[in-house]
């Protein structure tokens, strides 16, 4: 059983940055592939970014590339989303997932989920 809490939301203004973070309990995080999935009013869940288990490929929707960075580090059990250059559009409850040994991004083939953590981004 894994347990994810994710932290760092809030508001921030156009063009600012957020950090996110996702804190993992037990000890196989290493074995996990990690993602950051976002929800936004009205619309579906959809995938952010993603970080394979062993850390070596990075994977973003097109409308985030260049602006957002995902990282993990597995001595914390924790899996990071450094967003930059946010727009108003990246408003919405961003989710953290885990997938043993996941090679997709498919949020039904997430194992474990957190609750969320809003992110508002203001004009």
């Known amino acids: 059983q894994v347990q994810l809490v994710e932290s760092g939301g809030g508001l921030v203004q156009a063009g600012g940055s957020l950090r996110l973070s996702c804190a993992a309990s037990?000890?196989?995080?290493?074995?996990?592939?990690m993602a950051w999935f976002r929800q936004a009013p009205g619309k579906e869940r959809e995938f952010v970014a993603g970080i394979r288990w062993s850390g070596s490929n990075t994977y973003y929707v097109d409308s985030v590339k260049g602006r957002f960075t995902i990282s993990r580090d597995n001595a914390k059990n924790t899996v990071y989303l450094q967003m930059n250059s946010l727009k108003p559009e990246d408003t919405a409850v961003y989710y953290c997932a885990a997938d043993l040994y996941g090679s997709t991004w498919y949020s039904r083939n997430m194992d474990y989920w957190g609750k969320g953590t809003l992110v508002t981004v203001s004009s």
């Open positions: 037990g000890r196989t995080f290493s074995s996990y592939s």
